[in-house]
């Protein structure tokens, strides 16, 4: 995948963090849905220990996703783009969106699926924040 500038980047960028990767796109209205609970997330636990990998399949590129980050007020998130979907097919994400939760070696991902997450619910926000802010996942 590639950020906002085509700089290529890999998940072992990431090392030492948990990553929830998701993969959307800015004309899948389900993704748009669960965008700024995602947003929310990283604006809260985001950081040292824990990151949102917001990946987008858009073929229009980081200005499309720029324009919809600021239409729809997402702040937190960073552009990263996934061209041909070549990340999205390696990980087996047949529909969009989809998020997957990467550990902090970059193994052991555990699919979320494509329903909406509530990631401030306390049923998944809890758990998840508790071992980023301890350093246990």
């Given at each position: 995948?590639?950020?906002?500038?085509?700089?290529?980047?890999t998940?072992?960028?990431?090392?030492?963090?948990?990553?929830?990767v998701?993969?959307?796109?800015?004309w899948c209205?389900?993704c748009?849905?669960?965008?700024?609970?995602?947003?929310?997330?990283?604006?809260?636990?985001?950081?040292?220990?824990?990151?949102?990998?917001?990946?987008?399949?858009d073929?229009?590129?980081?200005?499309?996703i720029r324009q919809?980050?600021?239409?729809?007020?997402?702040s937190?998130?960073?552009i990263?783009?996934?061209?041909?979907a070549?990340?999205?097919?390696?990980?087996g994400?047949?529909?969009?969106?989809t998020?997957?939760?990467?550990?902090r070696?970059?193994?052991?991902?555990?699919?979320?699926g494509?329903?909406?997450?509530?990631c401030?619910?306390?049923v998944?926000?809890?758990?998840?924040?508790?071992?980023?802010?301890?350093?246990?996942?």
């Open positions: 995948f590639v950020d906002d500038q085509g700089a290529q980047k998940l072992k960028d990431m090392r030492g963090k948990v990553v929830l998701n993969f959307w796109a800015t209205a389900p748009v849905r669960e965008m700024p609970a995602l947003d929310a997330l990283q604006k809260r636990l985001g950081g040292q220990h824990f990151d949102v990998l917001a990946i987008s399949s073929r229009a590129g980081a200005l499309a919809f980050y600021k239409k729809t007020g997402v937190a998130l960073k990263y783009l996934d061209p041909g070549r990340m999205q097919r390696k990980f994400a047949n529909s969009l969106p998020s997957v939760l990467i550990d070696s970059c193994g052991w991902p555990r699919r979320m494509s329903p909406r997450i509530d401030l619910d306390p998944f926000y809890g758990p998840l924040g508790l071992c980023c802010l301890k350093g246990r996942f």
